[in-house]
């Protein structure tokens, strides 16, 4: 093709490649840094088009995609291409447009000297042995510019200053703007991840709008793959300051720590990490980190109280060999010999800066260097501001240079220009836009458009469209695909301040849709828990909304999520919610909730099995009750959580005292109820424990005959699934395999995936010792799976029953 096409021409996509997939990898590379110029949708690369390759008409839509389709086809030849199923179909339509004397619309490259047949041996190729994918991705892109008769560096002046930047790592790196400067800084950064230097990595401290994470992500993508094998980002919300310090804005229950440490077991596939103590945590994952070659880039941690900022840097300073970190702060956390202060932009990168937004806005292309340096001076060099401010060029009444530059100058003396801008834009933004931000503001981590939708209020095509303006204006935070968004830090903190009473409507709008998603899913209604499950995201940072309010609904709240998150193992969430609770309750004067918070936060550490703190819950549960003059069902209470606190000791004979003496108070309020069979099931437990089995079997059927007469469903599940434990002590092989399936069955109902994982740990023991090791197999694996993901200390145990499962297979 010749000649600029018209707007009519525009074809269906830029680029084209055809090519084996042998060279998938290497052309992937090229085609996404085609992608980051012009979108995926216009580059057609594998996948894009397989739906279309689906076809049966391949003989006519074949040409039409390589010819009417695109404006410029990009053979890679290898090997045998011509002789594969699809290239072999591509070459026939390719070669086609190439006997119409159409040679300018096909780009042929290759490697090994490959050659083809119907091609003479004296056609033009580019040489791939020896090109970098971003080497050939500029050919292209000179080729595509020539054919539209534009100058042969149209699509490539502005990337020899902001090359179009991508890494064939692994990673989950946010979106960068074109890049200009800080060589110095990157340089330092490079030489502090290199392996033989004794550092955790490199610390980035400056104020806000200064480009630390644009600097960070920048860094990560520069990385060499020999190097670092994956690359992962995590950022913390920036909390507000004030004379007091730190103050925690994020909207979240947990803390800025757990959450950062939890996030990095989620990217690293270790979800069971987050089932245990806080304290183990980092511990576990820098197990998890060793031998994975891995760049942490951890940003914002100014939000971090000093002790959790004390347990990071002892974190990153022990990362194993191999790893390393980047971190980034608005305040300056750490020791002046391992930090990197960002300063402004030196005035070269701000002019190419300015250059580069030039280029898509007419106005601004018509400053000069002049008026440039003045904005340069203006917004002292913070690349946020720079860039904000020259994009006030074009909108509202900004038609000039003169008028942006005088919102800087009108700011009243000593404030901040940072907020005159921010001013500026909360004006600007229409009431989607408004919305979206405002949702926004509550969400800790990045967020799917279909939850901000649900508390902004708003359909989600339109949260979708408002966020994506959002982000060309460098106010939202996408991930690559725009699949999910976050808010710049500054950003919220402004919009909490400037626009308190729109934040303040969308928190009760994101209360109330959190509360009518808990009260209508939670509770008993196990069916309903995938419901609970789908809305955590929007329940999460409506947890502190409720504390906020008063105790009745507190309680509600924690009652009807309670067997949610038993039944998930979320301990972390639930612990928070009963400190909070037990905090709240004491400060209200409501002792008895306060006693019920604090038997609650002893039963979480009863399943972490930490021993001394379920006896201080114990403790502070009983003393909260005499406060409150409780009755008898509390104090039963107090006594069965002492009676855990000696199971966990292996004090047996006390731990049959304490239940019995629970069982006997509840007894006497009502002779059947599940706080009855509850007790009954735990004094079997410890009897079966201590070697009286006989009288294990009498309290755990008594247990089951009231759990079936209340109707207590997940109890039933429970003492069905001890008595195929008690079975098993007693080797029964035959009773304990029929009981571990009907226990199975039951806790498949109520959907508690701990109870699942004991039937099929049972189930498969027992199958084993009955020599039937390949139907005890898959029950074994299950088992371990599920103890994995939960973090669950029996999964030593079900390992090794899938171990001897898979002895006696072998020996078969």
Same mark, same amino acid.
């Given at each position: ?12 996509f830029?680029?084209?490649?055809s090519?084996?997939g ?24 594998d996948? #894009? ?16 995609? #390589?010819n009417?389709d ?6 890679v ?9 699809w ?6 339509a390719?070669h086609d447009?190439?006997?119409q004397?159409?040679r ?7 490697f090994?000297?490959? +050659?083809?047949?119907g091609l ?14 971003? +080497? ?20 490539? =002046?502005?990337t $020899?200053a902001?090359?179009i ?23 330092k ?8 230097t004794?550092?955790?990595?490199a610390?980035?401290?400056?104020p806000?709008?200064?480009g ?13 793959p ?7 980002f995590? $950022?913390?919300?920036?909390?507000e300051?004030?004379d ?7 909207g979240? *229950?947990?803390?800025g ?12 596939n ?5 089932k ?32 959790e900022r004390d347990?990071l ?21 750490g020791?002046g010999?391992e ?8 005035e ?37 501001l ?8 074009g ?12 919102f800087?100058?009108s ?5 901040d220009?940072l907020?005159?801008i ?17 949702a926004l503001t509550y969400?800790?981590?990045?967020? =799917?458009?279909?939850?901000v939708s ?14 994506r ?16 968004f ?8 402004f919009?909490?301040?400037?626009k ?5 409507e ?6 109330k849709?959190?509360?009518?998603? *808990?009260?209508?899913?939670?509770s008993?209604?196990?069916n309903?828990?995938?419901i609970?499950?789908?809305g ?9 909304l ?7 609904r507190?309680?509600?709240?924690? *009652?009807?999520?309670r ?6 193992n979320?301990?972390d ?8 609770g ?23 550490h009863?399943k972490?099995? +930490? ?8 403790d ?7 406060r409150?003059k ?6 039963a209470?107090?006594k ?9 000791? +292996? ?14 108070l509840?007894r006497?309020?009502?002779p ?22 006989a009288?294990?079997e ?21 003492i ?11 080797e ?9 399936r009907?226990?199975?069955s039951?806790?498949?109902t109520?959907n508690?995936?701990?109870?699942i ?5 049972v ?6 010792r ?10 074994a694996?299950?088992? =371990? ?11 030593s145990?079900?390992q ?13």
């Amino acid at each position: 093709m010749s000649g600029v096409p018209s707007p009519g021409d525009a074809k269906r996509f830029r680029i084209a490649f055809s090519f084996a997939g042998e060279k998938r990898d290497f052309v992937k590379q090229v085609a996404d840094l085609l992608s980051s110029r012009f979108t995926k949708a216009k580059i057609l690369y594998d996948k #894009y088009h397989e739906a279309e390759f689906a076809r049966n008409d391949l003989s006519i839509y074949l040409p039409n995609l #390589y010819n009417r389709d695109s404006d410029l086809i990009v053979v890679v030849f290898c090997p045998d291409y011509d002789t594969k199923e699809w290239t072999g179909l591509e070459w026939l339509a390719i070669h086609d447009l190439l006997q119409q004397r159409r040679r300018e619309e096909v780009l042929l490259s290759r490697f090994s000297r490959a +050659q083809v047949d119907g091609l003479f041996r004296g056609a033009g190729f580019i040489e791939l042995d020896d090109k970098s994918p971003e +080497q050939t991705a500029k050919l292209i892109l000179e080729r595509l510019a020539l054919n539209e008769g534009k100058p042969k560096e149209h699509y490539t =002046k502005s990337t $020899s200053a902001a090359p179009i930047l991508k890494t064939s790592i692994p990673h989950n790196l946010p979106s960068l703007q074109p890049f200009f400067g800080r060589e110095d800084e990157l340089k330092k950064i490079a030489d502090a991840l290199d392996p033989d230097t004794r550092t955790y990595g490199a610390l980035i401290d400056g104020p806000g709008g200064m480009g630390k994470t644009s600097l960070a992500v920048r860094a990560a993508h520069n990385v060499s793959p020999d190097v670092f094998k994956r690359i992962i980002f995590i $950022s913390l919300k920036t909390r507000e300051l004030d004379d007091d310090g730190v103050r925690d804005l994020s909207g979240f *229950i947990l803390s800025g720590l757990v959450e950062l440490l939890n996030e990095l077991a989620r990217e690293l596939n270790r979800d069971e990490i987050l089932k245990l103590p806080e304290d183990q945590r980092p511990r576990l994952l820098l197990d998890a980190l060793r031998g994975t070659q891995t760049l942490l880039v951890l940003d914002n941690l100014e939000s971090l109280t000093k002790s959790e900022r004390d347990t990071l840097f002892t974190f990153v300073k022990k990362l194993p060999t191999g790893c390393k970190a980047i971190l980034t702060s608005r305040g300056r956390i750490g020791s002046g010999a391992e930090e990197l202060i960002l300063e402004k932009l030196s005035e070269n990168a701000a002019l190419e800066t300015l250059a580069e937004l030039a280029t898509r806005n007419p106005l601004l292309a018509q400053t000069g260097e002049a008026e440039r340096l003045v904005l340069y001076r203006e917004t002292a060099g913070k690349p946020l501001l720079l860039r904000w401010t020259a994009g006030q060029l074009g909108r509202g009444h900004c038609l000039t240079f003169t008028d942006a530059l005088h919102f800087i100058r009108s700011c009243p003396e000593g404030n901040d220009p940072l907020e005159f801008i921010f001013g500026d834009l909360v004006e600007d933004f229409d009431d989607d836009e408004t919305k979206a931000l405002c949702a926004l503001t509550y969400f800790t981590l990045p967020v =799917k458009v279909e939850h901000v939708s649900a508390i902004a209020g708003l359909p989600e095509t339109k949260i979708d469209r408002a966020l994506r303006k959002l982000t060309v204006r460098s106010l939202a935070v996408p991930t690559d695909e725009l699949s999910t968004f976050a808010l710049v830090p500054m950003v919220a903190d402004f919009l909490r301040k400037k626009k308190p009473e729109a934040v303040a409507e969308t928190g009760d709008r994101l209360e109330k849709h959190a509360y009518a998603l *808990i009260v209508e899913n939670g509770s008993y209604d196990h069916n309903r828990f995938p419901i609970l499950e789908a809305g955590w995201p929007i329940i999460a940072p409506a947890l502190p909304l409720f504390f906020a309010g008063d105790n009745t609904r507190i309680l509600t709240v924690g *009652i009807a999520l309670r067997n949610f998150l038993y039944f998930q193992n979320r301990w972390d969430e639930w612990l928070a919610i009963c400190e909070k609770g037990e905090t709240k309750a004491m400060a209200g004067g409501d002792h008895a909730k306060a006693g019920w918070c604090a038997y609650f936060i002893g039963y979480v550490h009863h399943k972490r099995q +930490q021993t001394n703190a379920v006896l201080t819950c114990a403790d502070r549960a009983n003393a909260h009750w005499v406060r409150a003059k409780a009755g008898a069902r509390e104090f039963a209470f107090a006594k069965y959580l002492h009676g855990l606190h000696y199971d966990l000791k +292996q004090d047996y004979a006390a731990a049959i005292t304490a239940y019995y003496d629970a069982v006997e108070l509840w007894r006497g309020l009502a002779p059947k109820s599940v706080d009855v069979a509850l007790g009954l099931n735990a004094l079997a437990d410890a009897e079966k424990d201590f070697g009286d089995l006989a009288a294990a079997e009498g309290h755990y059927r008594e247990a089951l005959c009231v759990a079936l007469g209340v109707g207590a469903a997940p109890n039933v599940a429970i003492i069905t699934g001890n008595l195929a434990t008690l079975h098993l002590s007693r080797e029964d092989w035959p009773t304990a395999e029929t009981l571990a399936r009907k226990s199975l069955s039951l806790s498949e109902t109520v959907n508690r995936h701990e109870l699942i994982a004991r039937d099929n740990r049972v189930l498969a023991h027992a199958l084993l010792r009955q020599g039937k090791a390949a139907d005890a197999l898959p029950h074994a694996r299950r088992a =371990k799976e599920i103890y994995t993901r939960l973090g669950s200390p029996d999964l030593s145990a079900a390992q090794t029953t899938l171990a001897e499962c898979e002895v006696s297979l072998a020996a078969e």
